[in-house]
Nanobody, 120 residues
């Protein structure tokens, strides 16, 4: 079992920055793609960004050029740097680990979520 613990959320004004962190309880990055998702009130959970075990990244269009996903393999931690925040970025942000071996799904882990609120 792997635990993911998010931190770094909070209340900021429009245009400011936040950095979210997600620490895994053990080393999983070699077989897991890591991702950040978010869920706003009354909306479905949506993908924000992912980083594959090989390091390639993917972003939803609304955050491109503003958000950056990265990871520190030595610390078993994945980050989401969020710049130029907008009120529509307000949501609970969740860390995800999608673990596969040879393309076969092994496990899917989620963190407890961290609230990000952007005031206008």
């Amino acid at each position: 079992q792997v635990q993911l613990v998010e931190s770094g959320g909070g209340l900021v004004q429009t245009g400011k920055s936040l950095r979210l962190s997600c620490a895994a309880s053990r080393s999983i990055f070699s077989i897991c793609a890591m991702g950040w998702y978010r869920q706003a009130p009354g909306k479905q959970r949506e993908l924000v960004a992912t980083i594959a075990s090989g390091g390639s990244t993917n972003y939803t269009d609304s955050v491109k050029a503003r958000f950056t996903i990265s990871r520190d393999n030595a610390e078993n931690t994945v980050y989401l740097q969020m710049n130029s925040l907008k009120p529509e970025d307000t949501a609970v942000y969740y860390c995800n680990a999608d673990c596969r071996l040879g393309g076969v799904p092994l496990a899917d882990y989620w963190g407890q979520g961290t609230q990000v609120t952007v005031s206008s």
